[in-house]
Each structure stands twice: as C-alpha cells, then as structure tokens.
C-alpha cells in the first residue's frame, strides 16, 4: 500500500506569500501530525489531528499558521504572509487509532522563503 | 515539560565496526522512547521504540537499544555498521496525546561511514 504522501515536495515562495501544503496520510490512519524540522535541527511538532478534530495545536509558531483536515483524511497546512523563518521542512506524519502503533512519515516539503 | 540530549553532532566509525549513538531524555513520567533514521532526501523512518517491558528493545536493520532508566538513557547499537547505514538519527521522547503521543526529538547525529 502506498505510504505518506506530500506535496508539493519543494515550493518556493517570496516574502508575504500564501503557501499551502498537502498531506496524504496512508488509509484509514485516524491520527495525523504536522511537524517543522529546520536545518540541523530534529523534527519539531506543530499539531495534531484524530479524525478531522484538531487536538492539539500548540506548536504551531504564530497565528499565520493554519491546519485543517475537514474529511478526517486529506490534511492541509497553510502559512499566511510567510517569512524568511518559515524556510524549513514540513513533515507529516499518521498512525492509526492506538497510542502503541507507529508514526509513518512522508518525504517533506521543502518550503524556502526569499 | 520533556527534551532528550543526543551529545554526538557527527559520529564516524569504520565499515564493519560496532556503533553506539547516545541518547539522553528527561521526562516526568515513564518515558516513551524512539529512535529514527533519516537518510538524504528521505522520510523519517522508525527503528525502533520502547514503551514498556524488557528494557533491551530489538529493531530494523540490525539495531537494538537500551533503556537504562537510572542514567535516563536510550542508546543506540549496532555490532557491525554497513556503509548504507550512514544517515542522521534522531532519539525522541513521546507524551501520550488522546490516542497517540508526541514525539520530542534530538537533534540528530550524524553518522559518517568510512570503507
């Protein structure tokens, strides 16, 4: 089966750009994550979906940053006005509805802001 | 609040050689424990993860860890490195979250793979 999908996989984007980025998690997994990982530096979480409900957002780093996952399958991320310290990679991830089972991560999109 | 502490930025070893990565959490709680890898231009891959139990944990591709909770550690083994293990890897700490946890990472080590 296929695994976590993202696009796009690269985006480029001026300064005070709207950007969007899409998440397809593997089938039937209830849980999705968003996670920010900036160079050098580990994955860092920014929120989490169980079904279309967002439980937790408090990584996300401002009010510019909007998730939403409407059908509790495809989840979109959405950064406003972006700026220079946006340049990262977005990671997402899903697992299915036991705290135990694992996290798959998709390939990433590679967001730099000029 | 947790955090986990991986002191190695780089790590070089020899084909064939054993390898420890070393990892450090701290967290309130009973910790749960990962260990990823991630390969250029790819996803985070899990390898391994400790909830409970036996304290020794066995993963993919050769690797297992140890959960010493009296050093609040969670190294990294592997007894003899192939060169298509070079990658970055990330030790995580996870809080339960409704019906997942959240994984707080490292922020990696580098490992560096000479022929």
């Known amino acids: 089966g296929a695994g976590v999908s993202q696009s796009p996989r690269y985006k480029v984007a001026k300064r005070g750009q709207d950007v969007a980025l899409r998440c397809d998690p593997i089938?039937?997994?209830?849980?999705l994550f968003w996670y920010q990982q900036a160079l050098g530096q580990g994955p860092e979480f920014l929120t989490y979906?169980?079904?279309?409900?967002?439980?937790?957002k408090s990584g996300l780093p401002s009010d510019r940053f909007f998730a939403e996952r409407p059908e509790g399958s495809v989840s979109t991320l959405k950064i406003q006005r972006t700026q220079q310290e946006d340049s990262a990679v977005y990671l997402c991830?899903?697992?299915?509805?036991?705290?135990?089972?694992?996290?798959?991560f998709g390939p990433g999109t590679r967001l730099l802001v000029l | 609040a947790q955090s986990v502490t991986q002191p190695d930025i780089h790590i070089t070893v020899s084909e064939g050689a054993s390898l420890e990565l070393r990892c450090n959490y701290s967290?309130?709680?009973?910790?749960?424990l990962f260990w990823y890898v991630q390969s250029p231009g790819q996803g985070l891959q899990l390898l391994l993860k400790y909830f409970s139990g036996d304290t020794l944990v066995q993963g993919i591709k050769g690797f297992e860890a140890e959960f010493k909770r009296s050093q609040s550690s969670f190294n990294l083994r592997k007894p003899s490195v192939h060169w298509s293990d070079a990658a970055e890897y990330f030790c995580?700490?996870?809080?339960?979250?409704?019906?997942?946890?959240?994984?707080?990472f490292g922020r990696g080590t580098s490992l560096i793979v000479h022929p």
């Open positions: 967290y309130g709680a009973t910790p749960y």
């Open positions: 991830a899903s697992s299915g509805g036991d705290f135990r089972e694992t996290q798959y």
């Open positions: 995580a700490v996870g809080a339960q979250a409704g019906g997942s946890y959240i994984p707080t």
């Open positions: 979906f169980q079904n279309e409900a967002q439980l937790d």
């Open positions: 089938s039937g997994h209830v849980s």
